[in-house]
């Protein structure tokens, strides 16, 4: 039986993921959009949007960039995050 402040499972809350969609427009190739080869299971190897799993302090928007300056080096800021 768990006490007043602790948890029975292994995490304070649930898991929450966030995942970037970048496109570019290119006038000799169209449109394209950012993925990244995945490096860990599951499905290493594949392709896949940059994303990952929420720190407790941050919000979303943070989440997202971080992620996306992680996995590609690309920094973004401001309201289009």
């Known amino acids: 039986m768990a006490t007043e402040g602790t948890y029975i499972y292994d995490y304070p809350r649930p898991a929450v993921t ?11 190739e169209g449109l394209s959009v950012l993925l990244i080869e995945r ?18 302090d941050e919000t979303v928007e943070e989440g997202a960039a971080r992620e996306l300056q992680e996995e ?10």
Do not use: N
């Open 39 to 56: 490096g860990g299971e599951p499905y290493k190897g594949c392709w896949a949007f940059p994303g990952g799993f929420l720190e407790m």
């Open 72 to 81: 590609t080096g690309l920094a973004i800021s401001g309201a289009g995050i």
């Open 18 to 28: 966030t995942d970037c969609v970048l496109f570019c427009r290119d006038a000799k």
